[in-house]
């Protein structure tokens, strides 16, 4: 999407019809960037200018955007997939040959690129409950509001869910706006507290913010897809065994 022009894609959208009533399902797809198109729309910024000015500045994500300057070229991690002969190699998919120039497609459902660093910064401030280092982003009931659930009836990503996300692997979960939310841990099978919220990336990276224990984690990596090793199970089965106070 990124060599697609942000008003190209919603023109597209608008002659589409709907593929369940609103409040009836939860599907993956290009609501975020609708999203991120209104934010655009309503402030009368461009959507990375606003980004910039309203969090990334604020926050000092100062490695944070939707392309990488020339003189930060020589940082931009490469992605990796297992090859035919089992061994690790580039993959041309999200690789870093995309994000060295500025692109078309501004989208508020990714193409960013980060550093550990400044998204630490960004969960911090969700954790905080909208606030960082005297700069505040969201307020307190904003935050509530954004990473409790949303489905149906308090419903689950197994029930509420069309195609590959209705799944018993997403039982016990639930989604905000823009966030999974674990509402039931027996029936996620998996450690961490109920209440904590997360998203994960197509190259295996994670993050969750768990509000119980105070703590964020973000974890970066670069190998793709995003299900080829169970890196997000393993790091809570270390963490979570290793808090005693």
């Known amino acids: 999407m990124r060599g697609r022009d942000l008003q190209s894609m919603i023109d597209r959208l608008a002659d589409l019809p709907l593929k369940f009533s609103p409040g009836d399902h939860w599907n993956y797809g290009l609501s975020t960037d609708v999203c991120g198109y209104l934010v655009q729309e309503i402030s009368g910024q461009r959507f990375d200018e606003y980004l910039e000015e309203h969090i990334f500045e604020p926050l000092e994500m100062v490695d944070t955007g939707f392309h990488v300057p020339v003189e930060k070229h020589h940082r931009l991690a490469a992605n990796y997939e297992l090859g035919p002969d089992g061994e690790?190699?580039?993959?041309?998919?999200?690789?870093?040959?995309?994000?060295?120039?500025?692109?078309?497609?501004?989208?508020?459902?990714?193409?960013?690129?980060?550093?550990?660093?400044?998204?630490?910064?960004?969960?911090?401030?969700m954790l905080n409950g909208g606030t960082l280092d005297g700069a505040r982003i969201l307020g307190p009931k904003t935050v509530e509001l954004m990473t409790m659930n949303h489905l149906p009836d308090n419903g689950e990503l197994s029930s509420?869910?069309?195609?590959?996300?209705?799944?018993?692997?997403?039982?016990?979960?639930?989604?905000?706006?823009?966030?999974?939310?674990?509402?039931?841990?027996?029936?996620?099978?998996?450690?961490?507290s109920v209440g904590e919220y997360w998203w994960e990336g197509s190259a295996s990276t994670i993050f969750w913010i768990d509000p119980v224990e105070d703590i964020v984690v973000v974890f970066m990596t670069q190998f793709m897809p995003s299900d080829a090793y169970p890196f997000r199970d393993q790091i809570k089965q270390v963490l979570y065994p290793g808090l005693i106070d």
């Open 88 to 125: 690790l190699q580039q993959t041309d998919l999200f690789g870093a040959g995309e994000f060295l120039e500025p692109p078309t497609f501004l989208s508020g459902g990714g193409g960013l690129v980060s550093t550990a660093q400044d998204y630490r910064r960004f969960c911090q401030m």
């Open 160 to 192: 509420c869910a069309l195609g590959t996300w209705a799944e018993p692997a997403n039982d016990g979960i639930g989604f905000g706006l823009g966030f999974a939310v674990a509402l039931d841990l027996p029936r996620m099978q998996n450690l961490g």
